[in-house]
């Protein structure tokens, strides 16, 4: 990747200064060994552990910081953002510890439980508007409403306070390690994050290798990087929202260009088991996008063998109720659940005939609908199979061609599985 003369990076004394800004603010968060990982990966891992903020990800750092270093003249009709969810969080925070009025755009189809994280964090002194369906929707009316109020605009991403605020993640993480670190892998969205973590990391370990990762639905700084300007992406998919973006910012694209070294993208499905698997084998509880490094660490196993390497996890602000889709996304990315439309003979005893025949000892059905139609010689059946491993997959599969089933296989058809599943 061609690197251009650092000119656009945020500098070291800057990110101190919001260290010193953040002081009692921001927790200073782990850098821990992870045991299960580093065995797995054959490597040294540690995590960076950034789902333990006070607000449950890094983005209280950069809104901070960016509030701190305004004047009171700038701060005094107020501040307004938009956001989906943690960027929220952390002004809402800001507002309540510097006791400034706040106004918090956020799409009509945000979970209450984050909602009522916002008010939470800041008491009296924010206001949440609910409008729009879409972060895009709340951006551009909340960037209305600050230019007719006069009141301060604190971006996500595209700000340099912004993103030195995030840069002391890694001020923190070269200060906590006593090993030469060869990789670090961060989750990428507008591209705050690794921007200011990247400018850190390039002035005082040059050699360190800065990897950025992104959602395979959502490859908005892969596909600008690789295009050598900022693009829009026309849809994404928004399953993994603290880093689904359609558009990177321009400041964090220019320093991206010279910070990060390779990128990664990880389906979402792939994102799923990572956070059953953290949940399961660490006990650490984490939202998509807090996932998102530990899921590259597969794509990447061949270059960090014997390395030291650090994943950041970006934040832990995951709703309960998402967790059933979670593990469907993760089964289906694994191949052990397969969903088809299968045509039994409308005659007594053919399902029988199917289960005793084709369903293999171990299968599971775990979605069955069908209603008999009588003037028909077969009837459709949506069918949900969830077998114990990819190889039980192929011996079903055999088995349904063996005993002429007639069938239509759901998982690759998008379309056909959102509206039937």
Not at 1 to 20: D, G, P, R, S
Not at 108 to 128: A, C, D, H, I, S
Request: charged share 25%; with cysteine.
């Amino acid at each position: 990747m061609t690197k251009t003369i650092q000119h656009e990076l945020v500098t070291v004394e800057n990110i101190y200064k919001a260290k010193v800004r953040l002081k009692n603010i921001a927790e200073p968060t782990p850098l821990s060994f992870n045991y299960n990982l580093s065995e797995h990966h054959g490597c040294q891992i540690f995590l960076k552990r950034e789902d333990l903020q006070v607000v449950r990800s890094y983005k209280i750092r950069g809104a901070y910081n960016k509030m701190a270093s305004l004047s009171p003249a700038q701060l005094q009709n107020g501040v307004i953002c938009a956001s989906a969810g943690n960027h929220a969080q952390g002004v809402a925070l800001a507002c309540q510890k510097m006791e400034v009025v706040g106004k918090i755009f956020m799409p009509g189809v945000t979970p209450q439980q984050k909602v009522g994280k916002v008010k939470l964090f800041g008491k009296g002194f924010v206001e949440v508007i609910l409008i729009g369906d879409t972060f895009d929707d709340a951006y551009a009316e909340a960037l209305k409403v600050a230019e007719t109020h006069n009141m301060a605009f604190i971006h996500p991403f595209d700000d340099e306070r912004i993103i030195e605020g995030q840069g002391t993640v890694g001020l923190e993480i070269l200060e906590d390690c006593k090993v030469h670190l060869d990789y670090v892998f961060v989750a990428v969205g507008g591209g705050g994050l690794i921007s200011g973590l990247g400018s850190y990391f390039k002035q005082l370990s040059p050699h360190t290798r800065i990897i950025g990762v992104e959602p395979a639905g959502a490859p908005a700084m892969y596909e600008s990087l690789k295009a050598g300007e900022v693009i829009t992406l026309e849809k994404i998919d928004s399953f993994v929202d603290g880093a689904a973006v359609r558009r990177v910012g321009q400041k964090t694209f220019r320093i991206a260009q010279q910070v990060i070294d390779d990128m990664v993208l990880v389906p979402e499905g792939k994102v799923c088991t990572s956070i059953l698997q953290l949940y399961n084998e660490e006990g650490i509880v984490v939202e998509p996008a807090g996932a998102l490094t530990i899921a590259a660490l597969d794509f990447y196993r061949e270059q960090i063998r014997g390395k030291n390497v650090v994943c950041v996890l970006s934040g832990s602000n995951n709703d309960i109720v998402r967790t059933e889709e979670i593990r469907e996304r993760s089964l289906l990315y694994e191949g052990l659940k397969h969903y088809f439309i299968i045509r039994f003979p409308q005659r007594a005893g053919a399902l029988r005939d199917f289960l005793n025949n084709v369903l293999g000892p171990t299968d599971d059905i775990t979605h069955f609908e069908y209603t008999k139609k009588h003037n028909r010689e077969s009837g459709p059946a949506l069918v949900g199979i969830q077998v114990q491993c990819r190889e039980d997959y192929d011996r079903f599969m055999a088995r349904m061609d063996q005993y002429h089933i007639n069938f239509q296989p759901l998982n690759d058809s998008r379309m056909l599985y959102e509206l039937l599943v």
